[in-house]
């Protein structure tokens, strides 16, 4: 099992965003987490990088507890994410917010390779190259944000709403690229409001309804389920 | 629409300038570097043939001694170049900036006077290094709890700490000596040619000349640390701290060195402000100066070490040449003594127009027009 998450627990001052949620990624997987808005899917990847601290429960990665651990520590550990609003950095361009990605590595050598099959994935990417990142089109932004946490060779990928705002042709092709990177060997926990998408192309998914994991099964279980089908796929 | 004339206009002097041979690149420089070695010097204008005596022009001020004038303008460079590493690198918004400066020039003052308090009569040379790491500690102790604080409660902490300095110092009879300050402070070492004292009361320069040789030491420094790993951390700090974090960035740690290094540039600039008044008292470190200190920084362009030199030199040189040209053609007008109001007005204007500053980092103008974009309501795209 590559994480664990226990019981999870989080609180925003005074009120309750995860009520206990457990769930596991096993090593090769693509794992969906699937929920409304305000479900708390956002604030569970938040956990899991480190950038909100928990107050009860324990994340589990790779064998270690991570629970406490430094943000910035985790990323060395392997927890790479590519945040929700995309996160990218305005004012570096493409290539340095890609730099950035690779910030905790010294192979010189491994992060131009990486670089290469970055832009390979991404062709537009390659095409604006010194373009500030403040200044691409939100699927282009999408695209540096995915490549960007891929540049630290994360053993898990955290997604979080990859297809936020996104045209429906990019939608699709940016799912593709989430299997291809799947299909390289990362792990990847995925969190996306395109329930269709997310569970067609996840192994197994999670669903989330105010802070409580309320199901769970294989991404085909899940897109055949009734009661998913009514909430989160629009088809009564 | 002048922004982006202006941008056009500094983008063609900037891929000029880039396109220049290295070696000519240096050499004017190296140049510009001697032209203000040679500023405070009377025998450079005699043989230009400018007058000098009652008719001042150019960039001469009627103070009487134009040197002091330069010096003053050089402390105040120093104290850009050390805010910019805080606020225009860091992006952290530290309004205490003073209270390290109060902080330098306080602890060569107590270490050296013979009528401080402590009666330990250190050498002046003795005492400099020593308040570099005061203001440098001091840093690391104010920046530890405050700066897990973001923005605006960053700002008010830090203006809260120059202010309990300030007040201390002027209430404090006991060690500060309140009001009336700590005089009798050695002056920097050294003997000259003639065999008087090279730093003396009379002659300001060569206060000016041994700011200026630390100006350009600290802006090695700066440039290496900006062009380095931590430069890079900086800026993804200041563009957005939490995907800073995600990228592996020990945000809190770079923070903390951010703000130490500006405080230790702060306390140099105070120590050698010291070592050449001999005399210090609290009403030298009044907020306005903080402020004004700031101003520059965000006039020049923060984030830009170009840009706080020029927007520190200018903030300083300005209203004195004002006031000399006011002289000459007989306005009794004082334009320092509405610094501050002209340049409150002044950051107003720019904020509303070049927010990036006048000599704009790259980067840090990308920054702003991101913000602007975010600030327009922007068309959603339906779900379905």
């Known amino acids: 099992m590559l994480l664990e998450i226990n019981d999870l627990t989080l609180l925003y001052g005074r009120i309750q965003a995860l009520h206990g949620i457990s769930l596991t990624v096993n090593e090769g997987e693509v794992v969906a987490l699937i929920g409304a808005n305000g479900a708390g899917k956002t604030t569970t990847m938040r956990a899991i990088s480190g950038l909100r601290p928990v107050a009860q429960g324990s994340i589990i990665f790779d064998g270690t507890d991570v629970t406490r651990m430094r943000a910035d520590l985790r990323v060395v550990r392997g927890i790479g994410q590519a945040p929700e609003g995309r996160g990218v950095f305005p004012g570096m361009s493409v290539v340095e917010n890609l730099e950035m990605g690779a910030y905790t590595r010294r192979d010189r050598g491994g992060i131009a390779e990486d670089m290469k099959m970055v832009m390979d994935l991404f062709p537009r990417l390659a095409e604006r190259r010194k373009q500030a990142g403040g200044t691409l089109s939100g699927g282009e932004q999408q695209m540096l944000a995915v490549g960007r946490a891929l540049m630290a060779r994360p053993r898990l990928l955290l997604l979080d709403e990859p297809s936020m705002g996104l045209a429906p042709m990019l939608i699709q092709q940016i799912f593709e690229i989430i299997t291809r990177i799947n299909e390289q060997g990362t792990t990847i926990l995925l969190v996306e409001q395109n329930a269709q998408q997310a569970l067609s192309r996840a192994h197994r998914g999670y669903v989330l309804e105010t802070g409580r994991i309320v199901k769970e099964g294989t991404g085909q279980d899940l897109l055949h389920d009734p009661a998913v089908k009514e909430a989160y796929l629009g088809v009564a | 629409m002048t922004a982006t004339v202006n941008n ?113 009569n250190w050498p002046w040379l003795a005492a400099v290094p020593l308040a570099v790491m005061v203001a440098m500690v001091s840093g690391v102790i104010l920046g530890g709890p405050t700066l897990r604080l973001r923005g605006d409660y960053l700002a008010i902490v830090t203006l809260g700490f120059a202010e309990m300095i300030r007040l201390y110092a002027s209430r404090n009879e006991g060690i500060a000596q309140g009001q009336r300050g700590i005089p009798a402070i050695p002056h920097p070492p050294g003997t000259g040619t003639d065999g008087k004292p090279l730093f003396g009361v009379v002659d300001a320069r060569p206060y000016y000349w041994l700011m200026l040789t630390l100006i350009l030491i600290v802006l090695l420094l700066i440039r290496n640390l900006a062009n380095s790993r931590v430069g890079r951390a900086w800026v993804a700090i200041r563009e957005d701290e939490d995907a800073a974090e995600i990228m592996g960035v020990p945000t809190f740690k770079y923070k903390l060195w951010a703000f130490a290094i500006g405080a230790a ?120």
């Open chain 2, 265 to 384: 540039v702060a306390g140099l600039t105070g120590a050698i402000f010291a070592g050449k008044q001999t005399f210090i008292n609290s009403d030298q470190f009044v907020l306005e100066s903080s402020i004004l200190v700031l101003a520059a920084v965000i006039l020049g362009g923060a984030g830009n070490i170009k840009g706080a030199i020029v927007g520190g030199a200018i903030t300083w040189y300005l209203p004195e040449w004002l006031r000399g040209v006011g002289d000459l053609i007989g306005v009794n007008f004082d334009a320092a003594e509405y610094r501050i109001l002209v340049f409150g007005v002044v950051v107003i204007i720019m904020m509303i127009f070049r927010p990036q500053g006048m000599v704009p980092n790259r980067r840090r103008a990308a920054e702003f027009a991101d913000r602007r974009k975010e600030a327009v309501p922007q068309e959603t795209v339906p779900n379905e």
């Open chain 2, 8 to 120: 056009k206009r500094t983008a063609g002097f900037k891929s000029r300038w880039a396109a220049m041979p290295k070696q000519v690149r240096w050499a004017a420089i190296a140049a510009l570097v001697v032209l203000l070695y040679i500023l405070p010097n009377k025998w450079f204008y005699e043989y230009l043939g400018f007058p000098i005596g009652s008719d001042y022009f150019a960039f001469y001020t009627t103070r009487s001694d134009f040197a002091g004038v330069l010096f003053d303008t050089a402390v105040f460079v120093l104290l850009a170049v050390g805010l910019n590493v805080v606020v225009g690198f860091a992006g952290l918004l530290d309004l205490g900036y003073f209270g390290f400066y109060a902080l330098g020039a306080y602890t060569v003052a107590l270490l050296t006077s013979p009528e401080s308090r402590f009666g330990t």
